[in-house]
């Protein structure tokens, strides 16, 4: 079975430009979540979606992030612009239900802004 | 803000000697749960520990909850070179069982 995909893996933009990354989680997880994070720190949950629904999006800054998840699947995590402090790994992770164990992590983009 | 804080931040061994690192939290929690980062890597899950548990096993992990003193403890047995990575701890809280976790305890094991 396939885990979680995250692509790209690294990205590399000039600060003011805009930025997607994109997320295919386990077949059949219903739940998705986006994680920041920054070196050293643990991960922290930005928006958390049930199906296509965003059902937890405090944390997520939506002066410059959207978050996406059409027909239940895959998401893409968008930032524009990017800001110099937006620099970390952003990662995605998925579950078979809120309630459920097992979060499954994907292996995270790398975003440097420069 | 992060419910778990671990401890100590960073823990080097030698192969074949225990790991303990040590969790503590603020709120009440539904579980509590270990994962490992591998430099490079994304998370892997460990193990999981419910509230009305206090002690669980997986091969060379042993987990320990105390809901008394809000604190848990990953023991590591024999440990590997393999074992090298940071280990968090997450809190599942709420009715959504959000997990929040902590800053990690890397741990380094020398051959």
């Known amino acids: 079975e396939a885990g979680v995909v995250q692509s790209p893996r690294y990205k590399i933009i000039e600060k003011k430009q805009p930025v997607a990354f994109w997320c295919n989680p386990i077949?059949?997880?219903?739940?998705l979540y986006w994680y920041l994070q920054n070196l050293g720190q643990g991960p922290e949950l930005l928006i958390r979606?049930?199906?296509?629904?965003?059902?937890?999006d405090s944390q997520l800054p939506k002066d410059r992030f959207s978050a996406e998840r059409l027909k239940g699947v895959d998401s893409t995590l968008k930032i524009q612009p990017a800001e110099l402090g937006d620099s970390a790994v952003y990662l995605c992770?998925?579950?078979?239900?809120?309630?459920?164990?097992?979060?499954?992590f994907g292996p995270g983009t790398r975003l440097t802004v420069l | 803000s992060q419910q778990g804080e671990e401890d100590p931040q960073a823990l080097s061994i030698q192969e074949g000697e225990n790991a303990t690192m040590n969790c503590s939290y603020k709120?009440?929690?539904?579980?509590l749960q270990w994962y490992r980062q591998n430099s490079g890597r994304g998370l892997v899950h460990l193990i999981l520990?419910?509230?009305?548990?206090r002690e669980k096993h997986s091969g060379r992990l042993r987990v320990t909850l105390d809901t008394s003193k809000k604190s848990s403890s990953l023991l590591i047995t024999a440990s590997r070179a393999a074992d090298t990575a940071s280990y968090f701890c997450?809190?599942?809280?709420?009715?959504?069982?959000?997990?929040?976790f902590g800053k990690g305890t890397l741990l380094t094991v020398n051959p």
């Open positions: 520990i419910r509230s009305n548990e």
């Open positions: 077949s059949g997880h219903n739940t």
């Open positions: 997450a809190t599942a809280q709420g009715s959504n069982y959000k997990l929040t």
């Open positions: 979606y049930e199906n296509e629904e965003a059902v937890d």
């Open positions: 992770a998925s579950s078979s239900g809120p309630e459920t164990d097992t979060q499954y």
């Open positions: 709120t009440s929690i539904n579980n």
